[in-house]
């Protein structure tokens, strides 16, 4: 993961504390909860991207054999491929 746990977790304050500041915003649980809560909802995000490389890896293993023997560029089929599944997925990153 790009940022460590410590980093999710002063965003999660510092979101908490912007949010705390905004007229109107009323929290219904603890600043621990809703401290966990955001930064589950961050680590899932920044996991997509993780997911989805893995997953492409385990599709190229397909195309073991002709990426070894140089019929197939595995760069090339590995940037065609996730930006194939970004697509249809509509994933944001």
Known sequence: MKLSPEKIEALAVDLIDA????????F??????????IGAIITDELMVEERLDAEVHRMLQA?????????LNYDEL???LRNKLIAERKIVL
């Open 19 to 26: 949010l705390a500041d905004i007229e109107g915003v009323l």
């Open 78 to 80: 590995y940037r065609k």
């Open 28 to 37: 219904r649980g603890d600043d621990t909860a809703l401290k966990l809560a």
């Open 63 to 71: 195309y073991k054999y002709e990426i070894t023997m140089e019929r």
